[in-house]
Structures are given as C-alpha cells and as structure tokens.
C-alpha cells in the first residue's frame, strides 16, 4: 500500500538521528570521539577487577581475559556492550592509521578502515559482553590488518 505521507514520515524519522549524529561528528570530531571513548560503564567494571583502560591494543586482549561477571545481569549486558564496542573503535582510531568513525543512515556509529571497509564495532562489542566471542582483541587485529 502507497500512503505518502506515511513514507516522508518514515523517512524523517529513520534517518533524524543518524543525521544529528553525522553533523555532530562533522562540526566537533574531536568532542564526539571525546564522549565515545567515556565507556563509563566498562572502565568501572575493568577497574573492579584491578585494569585500567589506556587505550591500547593490549588493553582489549586483557578485556578478553576478564571474568564476565556482568552475564548475571542482563540489564547491564547490552550497556557493557555498547560501551565495549565504543572502546573497541576507540582504540581502533587511536592507533590504526587512516581509521574513523563513520555514522550510518540509521544513526549506528562505525569504524571506516582507510581502505573504505567499515566495521560495526558497537554491534561486535554487545556480541562479546553476551557471549565472549569475537574477542575484542581479534577484532582489533582484523581491524589493523587493514
């Protein structure tokens, strides 16, 4: 069924965020990498267990290590994901050359390789605070491989 006043609506809706995201991103780089690289919730629970995150590579391979404790609360295990995957693609930008973030359509920030791949990070990041795999860290390894 045509209703074309449900498709502009649809339309407006499905890419309004993606886009403020995009502008914001555009506008202050630097900000929006400073607020995607916060993880609040993962460097608290990296910090209970004795890690601080520096923004290494080696960082995420002792993330793998980690016990996953927070599985006992499925409240926080999407949260700690996102938060992973911001990290993930902090530490990917930070230290892989030519890599950024990237906001698609929908609003999802992505990693974009210099080679124009692009690597759903926050989406890699919830699968390995439910599950353990992929490993941060082989991600990351992927990533720099180019």
Known sequence: MNIPFLDIWRKRHETGHGRALATALAED????????????????????????????????????????????????????GNDAGLYLGTVIIRSVPG???????????????????????VESGIAWAMAGSPELSQVYAEASEG
Do not use: K, T, Y
């Open 29 to 80: 780089p630097e900000g929006v990498i400073e607020l995607f690289s916060e993880c609040e919730l993962l460097r608290h629970q990296a910090g209970a267990a004795g890690l601080e995150l520096d923004e290494s590579p080696a960082s995420l391979e002792a993330l793998d290590q980690l016990m996953p404790r927070w599985r006992r609360d499925p409240e926080a295990v999407p949260w700690l």
């Open 99 to 121: 890599a950024g973030w990237h906001v698609w359509p929908s609003g999802q920030p992505v990693i974009r390789l210099a080679s124009g791949r692009e690597l759903n990070v």
